[in-house]
């Protein structure tokens, strides 16, 4: 008997140079050169209008890296692991990374990484160009999620931040998470120069993204292109997460 396919559809958007919302159902899988036995993802380019290149990754067991990730000259990276476990390479340093944990990769190292455990290894991984800044220069970060410092939003204590990288002015962006309890949201819609790359980590909430709110839960993928409106609140009764990169510690380029 022949499949029978019903009609298609996805909560799937995206606007080139605005923004995009990408479900983890609709994910693909790309061809990346010296990534191996993994499906890889880009749900980030230039392509899209984003300055940077992020990809989601789920690496089968032995699948990884078969030459540095992020060689070149100018390339800084961050990997972070969502699930799983993946042996990471950065160095003279070998470390096993688990759930919630990262590494950012400066521009004189480069990142390796293999899945030595018995599962599917699910990763973030995100990479730019750095932008030196006289005097200034990034340095090589081990974190995790659990152990970075949390404080309140705007003061609001229903709604955490953290950083998770260093604030100083070595490093041209960060990465955070934000928090939102139930029923707590932003207090106000943003509107600013820089861009985000965010993952839901945990819960639902609604998202306002440029002239409208949409639904967003756990693992899609959103981009935000500069000055687009946007605030989100929780829904449910679980905590409203994401992890999000933003550019920082830079003036706008003329």
């Not at 692991?81 to 004189?108: H, L, N």
């Amino acid at each position: 008997m022949d499949n029978k396919i019903d009609l298609l559809a996805t909560r799937a958007i995206v606007k080139p140079g605005l923004w995009a919302v990408l479900p983890y159902s609709g994910l693909v899988n790309n061809v990346v050169p010296f990534i191996d036995n993994c499906k890889v993802s880009i749900v980030a380019s230039p392509k899209m209008g984003a300055g940077f290149v992020e990809y989601m990754i789920e690496a089968c067991p032995g699948g990884g890296t078969s030459k540095p990730f992020g060689s070149e000259s100018d390339i800084e990276c961050f990997l972070y692991c969502i699930e799983g476990s993946i042996q990471v390479i950065v160095g003279e340093d070998t470390k096993v990374m688990a759930k919630g944990e990262y590494v950012y990769v400066p521009v004189e190292d480069a990142l390796s990484f293999t899945n030595t455990s018995g599962g599917v290894t699910r990763l973030l991984l995100y990479k730019q160009r750095y932008a030196p800044l006289e005097g200034y220069s990034a340095r090589r970060v081990w974190g995790s999620l659990d152990k970075a410092e949390g404080f309140p939003l705007h003061g609001m204590d229903n709604v955490e931040m953290k950083n998770l990288l260093p604030t100083d002015l070595g490093f041209d962006f960060n990465m955070h998470t934000l928090t939102f309890k139930p029923g707590a949201g932003h207090d106000f819609i943003e509107t600013h120069e820089q861009e985000h790359g965010a993952l839901i980590l945990s819960g639902e909430g609604m998202y306002y993204m440029e002239d409208h709110w949409m639904g967003i839960k756990k693992d899609d993928f959103m981009w935000f292109g500069p000055y687009v409106p946007q605030a989100a609140y929780c829904v449910g009764t679980e905590d409203f997460a994401y992890l999000y990169s933003k550019d920082c510690n830079r003036d706008a380029v003329l």
